[in-house]
């Protein structure tokens, strides 16, 4: 009785997370998450810190659902790195705050944010695929759960309004479909040109 008990919560709680991820809508598969081959294999993290603008992302990602994005990375006293997370959304400043911290991959970080139970037991993955540290940086996230996985992706820029950006953004939309398969109709191109970018509400949240 009290086996059946067990089998009955944890068939519940399964069927709970099972929902949880399509409401979030991530790219989630079955599989585990494997390793991946670093294009820029040694990270001078000194030269990646400082901020980028995301100029693709997942169009599925959760919690992000604006414009001119933002991600600025500064390293703390303990030695994680502190990262800010900005977006314009419908006129309003979104702000997210959190943590990255190192792991015996250089070219990957545990990243948390805020003190939920969710960030406790689902911490992100950050694994740097490709920066040239000045210009561009893909950033690729997969977790698993269970038999399943989740991914994300990103591509960021120092500079959200170079020339050169429409021919990267070209590029780098064939690249994360041959190297993570991700399709063109999957991503999402983040603007950043002033009249989107304006805030018309003097407003902040932190989330």
């Given at each position: 009785?009290?086996?059946?008990?067990?089998?009955?919560?944890?068939?519940?709680?399964?069927?709970?997370i099972i929902?949880?991820?399509?409401?979030?809508?991530?790219?989630?598969?079955?599989?585990?998450?494997?390793?991946?081959?670093?294009?820029?294999?040694?990270?001078?993290?000194?030269?990646?810190?400082?901020?980028?603008?995301?100029?693709?992302?997942?169009?599925?990602?959760?919690?992000?659902?604006?414009?001119?994005?933002?991600?600025?990375?500064?390293?703390?006293?303990?030695?994680?790195?502190?990262?800010?997370?900005?977006?314009?959304?419908?006129?309003?400043?979104?702000?997210?705050?959190?943590?990255?911290?190192?792991?015996?991959?250089?070219?990957?970080?545990?990243?948390?944010?805020?003190?939920s139970?969710?960030?406790?037991?689902?911490?992100?993955?950050?694994?740097?695929?490709?920066?040239?540290?000045?210009?561009?940086?893909?950033?690729?996230?997969?977790?698993?759960?269970?038999?399943?996985?989740?991914?994300?992706?990103?591509?960021?820029?120092?500079?959200?309004?170079?020339?050169?950006?429409?021919?990267?953004?070209?590029?780098?939309?064939?690249?994360?479909?041959?190297?993570?398969?991700?399709?063109?109709?999957?991503?999402?191109?983040?603007?950043?040109?002033?009249?989107?970018?304006?805030?018309?509400?003097?407003?902040?949240?932190?989330?």
């Amino acid at each position: 009785m009290l086996g059946d008990l067990n089998l009955k919560k944890f068939f519940i709680f399964f069927i709970f997370i099972i929902f949880l991820f399509m409401k979030v809508n991530t790219k989630f598969s079955y599989g585990r998450c494997g390793s991946i081959k670093y294009d820029t294999e040694k990270i001078n993290l000194e030269k990646y810190l400082g901020k980028w603008h995301e100029i693709i992302r997942l169009a599925s990602t959760p919690f992000e659902k604006g414009h001119c994005i933002t991600a600025e990375y500064s390293l703390l006293e303990n030695g994680n790195i502190k990262v800010e997370n900005t977006e314009n959304r419908f006129g309003i400043i979104n702000k997210a705050i959190g943590q990255a911290k190192k792991t015996s991959d250089m070219n990957r970080f545990s990243v948390s944010f805020g003190d939920s139970w969710w960030n406790y037991i689902f911490e992100g993955d950050y694994r740097i695929a490709f920066t040239d540290f000045n210009n561009y940086s893909v950033v690729y996230s997969c977790s698993n759960f269970l038999f399943m996985k989740y991914e994300l992706v990103w591509v960021l820029a120092r500079n959200p309004n170079d020339e050169n950006n429409n021919e990267k953004i070209i590029e780098f939309t064939s690249y994360l479909e041959k190297k993570f398969g991700f399709k063109k109709e999957e991503l999402f191109y983040t603007k950043h040109d002033q009249e989107v970018c304006a805030v018309k509400l003097q407003e902040k949240k932190e989330f």
